[in-house]
C-alpha cells in the first residue's frame, strides 16, 4: 500500500530542500503541541516551531525525519539534556547463518539499555540455533511462527514446548536449551537478556565446547574410544540448518531415566485476558502469573488510535520498550527542568530510566500502536499520575496546581477519577 506521504514524495521535487503545500512553515502555530504524524497525514515535519525556527539547507535524512516528528520539531516543553534513549534494530549489525539471523541492541549499540539486551533472531523452518547457555537470563516473545524450545532444570528435569506467536519463554541463568523453527516459513522473536553487556555472540555453544577440550577427555567423559569424534565441527555451529522435528512426543530423548521438569519455561502471554482499558489493553506477564520468570517482566500493550498510556512511572527497575505495531511518541521527564520527546516506529526500542515520569501517545488516528514494555524486575509495578492525585486530598491538589484558579481547580478535580485507567482515549469534543 502507498501511503500519503510516499504519494506525496514521488511527486515533490528532486530537491528535498524545498518545501511543500504540507510542510510546517514559520507561520504554522501548535501552543499545545500536539502531536503531529507525517506518514499517516502526509506533513512534512520542518524546524519550525510557533513562530521561531528556519528549513533546513543543508543535507538531509527525509525518511528518519519522517519518523522523527518529534525530534525534528521537538514539543515547547522539551529542555535541557538526556542521553540518546532509541534505537532500531535497522540500525544494528546483522549476523547471517545457515538458516537464520541474529541482530541485537545491547548497551554497545544504545548506551543507555544497562539493565537489559535484546536480541532479534529468525530461523527458517527446521533452523537451529544450537544447544547452549548463558550467564544471563533469556527471556523471548514469538513475534511470528512457531518456536520448539528444549532445556533441562537445575534438577536434571527435561522439557520442551512449542511457542506460538505471542507466547513467552524464560530460561533462567545457565540453564542449557535450544530454539528451532517450525513449519512453515519458521519463526521470529524478540529475546531479552537481564543485562545490558550480554552479547548473543558470547554464549556457550555445545560445538564450540566439543571442539575445545582435548579429545581424550571427551571420550573418556562419555566412556568411548577417541576415534568417533574424529569428525565433530572443528568449531561453533550457532544458528544452521537442520531437519523440522516431529511432535514433542515424538521427538523424547530415546533412554530410560528420563524425568519430566517440574517447573514450566513458557507462558502464552497473549492469550491471557487483558485489562480493558478506555484506550487499549494491557496484559502483563511477571512471577506472579509465570513464576519462573523472576527477573524479567513484561506488559504487552495495544494503544487504540488516537490514545494514550498515561502519565506514569516504574518504580523498580528501566523499562525497556519494543514496537511491534504503530508510530507513537514518548516524552521522559527526567527531573530537574529536563525532559525530552522521542518518535518510535516497529521494530525500534526505547528506554526510560527507573522513576522518570512517561506518557506514550499513538501518533496515527487509523492505527493501533502495539508494544512490549519490559523490565529487569521479578513484578511489573508503576505509578499512574492520575491515581496518585485522586487519591490525595482535593486541598492539597488545588492548592499545587490551581491556587488562583477557582474554576478550572473545581473542573480538574471533578473530572479525576481514582481507579485505574492505564491507556486512555481522548475526549473527542476537546480543542488539543
Ligand atoms: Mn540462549
Ligand atoms: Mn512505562
Redesign the pocket.
Known amino acids: 500500500m502507498v501511503s500519503d506521504i510516499d504519494k506525496f514524495y514521488r511527486k515533490a521535487p528532486q530537491n528535498p530542500r524545498s518545501q511543500s503545500p504540507n510542510s510546517i512553515t514559520k507561520t504554522d502555530r501548535n501552543p499545545t503541541d500536539a502531536k503531529i504524524d507525517p506518514y499517516g497525514t502526509g506533513i512534512r515535519p520542518e524546524p519550525y516551531r510557533n513562530g521561531n525556527g528556519a528549513s533546513i539547507l543543508g543535507p538531509r535524512n527525509l525518511d528518519r525525519e519522517k519518523q522523527d516528528p518529534d525530534m525534528i520539531r521537538p514539543p515547547s516543553t522539551d529542555s535541557g539534556h538526556l542521553p540518546n534513549l532509541k534505537w532500531s534494530f535497522a540500525d544494528s549489525h546483522m549476523k547471517i547463518e545457515e538458516g537464520g539471523w541474529a541482530r541485537e541492541t545491547t548497551v554497545r549499540e544504545l548506551p543507555t539499555s544497562v539493565e537489559l539486551a535484546g536480541v532479534n533472531m529468525r530461523l527458517d523452518e527446521g533452523a537451529i540455533r544450537e544447544l547452549h547457555w548463558h550467564k544471563e537470563a533469556e527471556w523471548a516473545f514469538v513475534l511470528e511462527g512457531v518456536t520448539r524450545v528444549t532445556c533441562i532444570d537445575a534438577e536434571g528435569g527435561n522439557f520442551s514446548d512449542d511457542v506460538h506467536k505471542g507466547g513467552l519463554w524464560y530460561f533462567p541463568a545457565g540453564v542449557p536449551h535450544s530454539l528451532q523453527g517450525l513449519g512453515p516459513g519458521g519463526t521470529e522473536f524478540l529475546l531479552i537478556f537481564d543485562d545490558g553487556n550480554f552479547s548473543e555472540e558470547e554464549t556457550f555453544l555445545l560445538s564450540d565446547l566439543f571442539a575445545h577440550i582435548p579429545k581424550s577427555v571427551i571420550a573418556k567423559n562419555f566412556r568411548l574410544t577417541p576415534e568417533i569424534f574424529d569428525r565433530i565441527p572443528k568449531g561453533e555451529k550457532y544458528i544452521f540448518q537442520g531437519s523440522v522435528p516431529s511432535t514433542i512426543e515424538l521427538e523424547q530423548p530415546s533412554r530410560g531415566g528420563i524425568k519430566p521438569s517440574r517447573y514450566q519455561f513458557t507462558h502464552n502471554m497473549t492469550g491471557q485476558k487483558p485489562l480493558e482499558a478506555s484506550g487499549g489493553q494491557v496484559r502483563i506477564t511477571d512471577s506472579t502469573n509465570f513464576p519462573i520468570s523472576k527477573t524479567v517482566a513484561a506488559a504487552h500493550v495495544i494503544i487504540d488510535p488516537g490514545c494514550l498510556r498515561e502519565l506514569?512511572w516504574?518504580p523498580s527497575a528501566d523499562?525497556w520498550a519494543y514496537f511491534i505495531k504503530g508510530r507513537a511518541r514518548i516524552t521522559v521527564f527526567a527531573a530537574s527542568g529536563t525532559s525530552r520527546t522521542f518518535n518510535y516506529v516497529a521494530g525500534d526500542v526505547g528506554i526510560?530510566p527507573k522513576g522518570m515520569s512517561?506518557y506514550v501517545e499513538n501518533l496515527s488516528e487509523d492505527e493501533p500502536v502495539e508494544f512490549l514494555?519490559i523490565f529487569r524486575s521479578a513484578k511489573f509495578e508503576?505509578f499512574s499520575l492520575e491515581q496518585w492525585l485522586a487519591e490525595t486530598p482535593d486541598r492539597l491538589v488545588k492548592e499545587h496546581l490551581f491556587a488562583g484558579d477557582k474554576y478550572n481547580g473545581k473542573k480538574f478535580l471533578d473530572a479525576l477519577k481514582a481507579g485505574k485507567d492505564p491507556i486512555k482515549a481522548p475526549v473527542r469534543d476537546s480543542k488539543l
Open positions: 506514569h516504574h523499562e526510560v512517561h514494555e508503576d
